[in-house]
């Protein structure tokens, strides 16, 4: 795991910010930035934009959970959730949130490294798998956007499907353009003519 992230951490209690602090920078991370209150969440990520961040809550509500979800932007960095008691509506919620980790029973001093490793393993793999479920949805509507110009081609030239797809494939390389960006040009004439 890469040591060079920065980490904010929400504490309220002082003695027990310092002691995460001590133990983030005895376990190799050394760009720790401490806060007490998720009220200072939004402003401190505008200035920091830290990497990971580490909370410490002793009972989270929903309202909660939300909020830092929001503000964190949990879908584009990794947050781990310390939490004293929750129920399973809260970890659904949680999970909902977008949290990389919600660890029940409270903050222990030796669990916070393998907690935030894991978390950023987790946010990794699920990121990439988001990122592929995306460039697939994306391929789908390319090639449904490609069929339709293809149609639409056919029609209008009375050629075959091959015959089309070649049209449009040598009018976008004569074009400096993708297939996708020529067919995305053909949908949308065709949709202003209807």
């Keep these: 795991m890469s040591q060079n992230l920065k980490i904010l951490v929400v504490e309220p209690d002082p003695n027990k910010a310092r002691d995460i602090y001590d133990a983030l920078v005895d376990g190799g991370w050394s760009e720790v930035v401490v806060i007490a209150t998720i009220t200072q969440l939004d402003q401190t990520l505008q200035q920091q934009n830290p990497d990971i961040i580490l909370i410490d809550l ?5 309202d909660t959970l939300e909020h830092i979800s929001l503000v964190s932007q949990a879908k584009e960095r990794p947050v781990a959730m310390f939490v004293d008691h929750t129920d399973a509506a809260m970890t659904q919620a949680a999970i909902a949130a977008g949290l990389s980790a919600y660890v029940v029973n409270g903050l ?21 798998m988001q990122s592929e479920l995306d460039a697939a949805k994306r391929a789908l509507s390319d090639r449904k956007t490609i069929d339709r110009a293809k149609g639409l081609v ?3 030239r009375g050629i075959s499907e091959d015959d089309a797809y070649k049209l449009m494939r040598k009018t976008a390389m004569d074009q400096g353009r993708k297939v996708i960006d020529v067919a995305t040009s053909l949908v949308t004439a065709a949709d202003l003519l209807q």
Excluded: H, Q
């Excluded at 002793?58 to 929903?62: E, F, G």
């Design 58 to 62: 002793a009972n989270p509500d929903r």
């Design 154 to 156: 056919m029609r209008a």
């Design 108 to 128: 222990r001093m030796d669990r916070i490294k393998p907690v935030l490793e894991t978390a950023i393993a987790r946010f990794r793999v699920i990121s990439k």
